[in-house]
């Protein structure tokens, strides 16, 4: 992920700490500085030293006066601010960018996640996994969001075939070589682990206790499940992207070549054998089938473009050296 723009913002690292956390924030003065308390009992009772960024993404209240407090009273604490919302994602991306740690953890600021699980994450890492995944088991949220978030997760492991019962739980832990690959943006929090699993990266989930929201409100209505069900199709369409796209869309576009093909030839073979010509309603069909055809053909063909113009190192994820 390059950010060369922003990079004066970020490049004030700190010296290299064992567990980075990476907490985006949109509204949620109340809830950070018992955020930060808990953060910092759970990592230092491991034995181990921490940073956290908080990414302020636009928030409307005083959010950065907080993180500006808490930065002041903590060498650990580092804050970003960015000027207007522009959502969970490029916060994450920001904080990503920013992480000076190996493993990396994410972690919402409402305190619905509790700091003290970080531990049995780490553990997992360190066991060899390159992304877990918290699952909250017994949700604390509304009826409808439990439901319809059910319903997601099923679609997202059938698509993406990785099987967790929840992809969008904010608590989960990183290697850094995830977080340096993975490319967010707009609503994609959400598929992180469907992304990470595409580039071959280890993924789990592991089961986390869930709590109420204390302070504030959610930040997600109805767009979110608009939003989420678009987002579910690029990570589907991006299966392609280390293989070839006209292999996707050209077998979309042979089959229906095929059927129209078929289709139309058999008119044809009447019309020479002297049946006469007559429009109907399969004639039709197999017309509009070929031309489906060539517009999924020449998408395929397109989307090759697009992929021949990348860097070589764009096509692979390495996950480990030695
Ligand atoms: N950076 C950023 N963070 C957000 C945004 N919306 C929500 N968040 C943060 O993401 C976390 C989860 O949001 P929340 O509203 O609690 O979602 P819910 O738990 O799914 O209802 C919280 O830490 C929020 O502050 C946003 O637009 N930008
Ligand atoms: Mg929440």
Redesign the pocket.
């Known amino acids: 992920m390059s950010n060369a723009g922003n990079s004066d913002l970020t490049t004030k690292k700190n010296t290299r700490c064992d567990i980075a956390v990476v907490v985006?924030?949109?509204n949620?003065a109340e809830s950070l500085p018992e955020l930060i308390d808990r953060i910092d009992a759970a990592i230092t009772g491991m034995g181990k030293t921490w940073e956290a960024w908080i990414?302020d993404?636009g928030s409307t209240d005083n959010t950065f006066a907080v993180v500006e407090e808490l930065a002041t009273a903590r060498p650990q604490v580092h804050g970003l601010s960015f000027g207007r919302?522009f959502?969970?994602a490029a916060?994450l991306a920001a904080g990503f960018e920013a992480v000076s740690a190996d493993l990396v953890i994410t972690m919402?600021?409402?305190l619905?996640d509790d700091p003290a699980e970080i531990p049995a994450f780490a553990k997992l890492i360190d066991e060899g996994y390159d992304l877990v995944s918290g699952w909250k088991q017994d949700r604390k949220?509304s009826f409808i969001k439990n439901k319809t978030s059910k319903v997601f997760n099923w679609f997202t492991s059938r698509m993406c075939g990785l099987y967790l019962h929840d992809f969008n739980c904010?608590l989960k832990a990183y290697r850094r070589v995830v977080t340096q690959n993975v490319q967010l943006y707009g609503d994609m929090h959400r598929y992180v682990p469907a992304l990470a699993h595409l580039d071959g990266f280890k993924v789990t989930e592991m089961p986390v206790k869930h709590f109420a929201?204390k302070y504030g409100q959610?930040?997600?209505g109805m767009a979110r499940f608009i939003n989420g069900f678009l987002d579910l199709l690029t990570v589907y369409f991006l299966h392609a992207r280390h293989t070839s796209p006209l292999h996707f869309f050209g077998r979309i576009g042979l089959v229906s070549f095929t059927a129209g093909g078929g289709i139309s030839g058999w008119f044809l073979l009447r019309w020479a054998l002297g049946y006469g010509m007559h429009v109907r309603p399969i004639l039709v069909l197999g017309l509009i089938l070929i031309v489906v055809a060539l517009q999924f053909i020449s998408l395929g063909l397109i989307a090759e473009l697009i992929v021949a113009g990348r860097r070589p190192e764009e096509s692979y994820r390495i996950a480990r050296r030695v």
């Open positions: 985006p924030a949109f949620e990414i993404d919302n959502g969970k916060a919402d600021a409402d619905q949220d904010g929201r959610t930040k997600y």
